[in-house]
């Protein structure tokens, strides 16, 4: 819908509807409550200090199980590298097709659009492939992720719609493998730690991947879609080694500290 409003409205119309729609979601979000009751006289009284230790002790256990197993460690590697190429890739494609390439505000939008379009056809054809091993899958649609960048090299407009659908839509579904995969093999006691390490460690990638699209597009954008190419293309062959460990999607199950499942 961005790259749609950006081809048929400006730039102007489209910050003032994402504008419009972030503030409707912030109204939204005001709205939600949490009433916390404490149960006993001892939480009253915890000391802040041990309350600092006890959070440093439980986001320094959520970080060491991101890398406990072979099962973690791939799908760790894969999230920052998912979160890294959506930043990065985006990033670089505007800058390339807005000052390499010198594309009006329309065919950007248009470009954009089938970033989407590879989205929903992601979503549409995940429910075949319960059946699969996960890092096999998983690495082959970072391959497929790759290809689609690659595709931006020929500077041909058709072509580049096609690599940008291939490119999102490979990645789209890269995301919701990972997510799936680390929830599962993750133990419920776990999980939130977990999930909040991994949020702090794709934001970092995200953040380095906005520094980087800046700096590598300043300097060549064709060096830009190469150094995203393989930033996509790297990890999904490094992350083979850790075939051992990967089931398919349907038999996933928590691994523990200890290496056992349940």
């Known amino acids: 819908m961005g790259g749609f409003l950006?081809?048929?409205?400006?730039?102007?119309?489209?910050?003032?509807?994402?504008?419009?729609?972030?503030?409707i979601s912030t109204m939204f979000i005001s709205v939600v409550r949490y009433?916390?009751?404490?149960?006993?006289?001892?939480?009253?009284?915890?000391?802040?200090k041990e309350k600092v230790?006890?959070?440093?002790?439980?986001?320094?256990?959520?970080?060491?199980?991101?890398?406990?197993?072979s099962s973690q460690k791939g799908s760790t590697i894969a999230a920052v590298c998912l979160s890294f190429a959506t930043v990065f890739m985006i990033l670089s494609i505007i800058f390339h097709s807005r000052t390499t390439l010198d594309l009006s505000e329309q065919y950007i939008g248009i470009l954009l659009s089938f970033a989407g379009l590879g989205n929903v056809?992601?979503?549409l054809i995940m429910n075949r492939f319960k059946k699969v091993n996960?890092?096999?899958?998983?690495?082959?649609?970072?391959?497929?992720?790759?290809?689609?960048?690659l595709c931006f090299l020929s500077s041909h407009f058709i072509v580049m719609c096609i690599g940008m659908m291939i490119f999102d839509g490979a990645l789209s579904m890269g995301f919701v493998v990972q997510l799936s995969v680390q929830q599962g093999i993750t133990p419920d006691s776990l999980l939130a730690r977990v999930r909040s390490a991994m949020y702090v460690i794709a934001g970092i990638a995200s953040i380095c991947a906005t520094l980087l699209a800046g700096v590598f597009t300043e300097w060549n954008s064709y060096v830009a879609l190469i150094f995203g190419g393989l930033m996509l293309l790297l990890p999904a062959f490094y992350i083979l080694r850790y075939k051992d460990s990967s089931v398919k999607m349907d038999q996933i199950k928590p691994i523990y500290m200890d290496g056992r499942k349940s």
């Open 134 to 149: 996960w890092l096999f899958f998983l690495s082959t649609l970072l391959i497929l992720s790759s290809v689609g960048v």
């Open 53 to 69: 230790f006890e959070f440093k002790e439980r986001a320094k256990e959520g970080v060491q199980y991101l890398f406990a197993n």
């Open 35 to 48: 009433k916390h009751s404490k149960s006993t006289a001892t939480s009253e009284t915890k000391h802040i």
């Open 6 to 23: 950006l081809a048929y409205y400006g730039a102007s119309f489209t910050l003032v509807v994402c504008g419009c729609l972030m503030a």
């Open 121 to 123: 056809i992601g979503v």
